[in-house]
T-cell receptor
């Protein structure tokens, strides 16, 4: 499994865009990048997943450069309710028997 | 569609006792995984069940066990509880085996061992 490195914490203000970068230098050819969000005392929630270039859904955007050694989760116009821990995971989503390995995550605090 | 449900949500047990936690996956999901989350160790994989068979196992002692029923509902059991077993236990489901990266988590069961 590719090792991931992401900042421990980030502060932001309501209405701003939050960008969280995850480094994964030893990403393999078959690996995808997946982001989860977790609120206190709740289970993680799948946010977005991508392989290359840019993926966008109703919640976030995921930017992946051509070398795929890093990725950036972008949360547009955050609100107080976006305060959570965000996890970056890298792995082969199609390999049977895979188990999720969560790192420390990035604790995002959105201030009024 | 209803999400993953876990019961009970909160539990207090005494060291040495045993506990059983229950998980009902999203309707139609056949794979259920269990995770332990603690402030010190983060989120750690316990085991995964698919079609009533354990398909994958993490590095936990044999005190931790589980099973899956024909309706895909799952239970996990921890025997001879230790103080270090205090944690948030999360259940996650996915439609088929192998979709580890697109799992849907329940709210968890907060276990406190005193």
């Amino acid at each position: 499994l590719a090792k991931t490195t992401q900042p421990i914490s980030m502060d932001s203000y309501e209405g701003q865009e939050v960008n969280i970068t995850c480094s994964h230098n030893n990403i393999a050819t078959n690996d995808y990048i997946t982001w989860y969000q977790q609120f206190p005392s709740q289970g993680p929630r799948f946010i977005i997943q991508g392989y290359k270039t840019k993926v966008t859904n109703e919640v976030a955007s995921l930017f992946i450069p051509a070398d795929r050694k890093s990725s950036t989760l972008s949360l547009p116009r955050v609100s107080l309710s976006d305060t959570a821990v965000y996890y970056c995971l890298v792995g082969d989503i199609k390999a049977a028997g895979n188990k999720l390995t969560f790192g420390g995550g990035t604790r995002v605090l959105v201030k009024p | 569609k209803a999400g993953v449900t876990q019961t009970p949500r909160y539990l207090i047990k005494t060291r040495g006792q045993q506990v059983t936690l229950s998980c009902s996956p999203i309707s139609g999901h056949r794979s259920v995984s269990w995770y332990q989350q603690t402030p010190g160790q983060g989120l750690q994989f316990l085991f995964e069940y698919f079609s009533e068979t354990q398909r994958n196992k993490g590095n936990f002692p044999g005190r931790f066990s589980g099973r899956q029923f024909s309706n895909s509902r799952s239970e996990m059991n921890v025997s001879t509880l230790e103080l270090g077993d205090s944690a948030l236990y999360l259940c996650a489901s996915s439609p088929v085996f192998g979709r580890a990266y697109e799992q849907y988590f329940g709210p968890g069961t907060r276990l406190t061992v005193t």
